[in-house]
């Protein structure tokens, strides 16, 4: 997990991520893969919204989620409402990613960090969050 975040969601962190490349062993992991329809799904089954007993249930209420979104409401599941990492979390990832930085690579210029600060920004913002399912269940388009 500690890899994937370096790797894929930090890009300009190269060094902590070639320097955690070598500390595990490598196995293959999906990284593009989007449940947000699933997640739906299930939290609507919890909540009693819809029944779900089988994988043909949940695959039909995934397709009827993914097509009110992007047909009926015309969003993508990037408009769900999110919900992010607290202030002093990213702040905590912020300095552990700087300082590794810092301690495997040469990364000293002022132009090179703030290119790392504003990756890690944006992506504080979009990858680091997840979808709020009460806030989608409980929105009158969802009703």
């Known amino acids: 997990l500690v890899e ?6 930090i890009p300009n962190a190269p060094n902590t991520c070639r320097k955690l490349k070598v500390m595990k062993v490598k196995k293959p992991v ?9 997640e739906l799904a299930y939290a609507a089954h919890r909540r009693g919204l819809i029944n779900i007993q089988s994988k043909n ?5 995934e397709s009827s989620i993914r097509r009110y979104q992007g047909e ?4 993508t599941s990037g408009e769900f409402p999110h919900r992010c990492l607290p202030k002093r979390i990213l702040d905590e990832i ?3 990613t700087l300082q590794a930085e810092k301690e495997f690579g040469d990364i000293v210029d002022d132009s090179a960090i703030q290119t790392l600060k504003d990756d890690f920004d944006k ?3 979009t990858r680091l ?7 989608v269940l409980l929105s009158p388009r969802w009703a």
Not at 4 to 9: A, P, S
Not at 57 to 61: E, N, Q, R, S
Not at 129 to 135: I, S
């Open 123 to 125: 992506y504080s913002n």
């Open 4 to 9: 994937r975040f370096y790797c894929d969601v």
């Open 94 to 96: 912020w300095n552990i």
């Open 72 to 75: 009926d409401l015309n969003h």
């Open 57 to 61: 249930d949940a695959t039909v209420a």
């Open 129 to 135: 969050c997840e979808v709020d399912l009460e806030a």
């Open 30 to 38: 999906n990284t593009s893969l989007n449940r947000v329809y699933q």
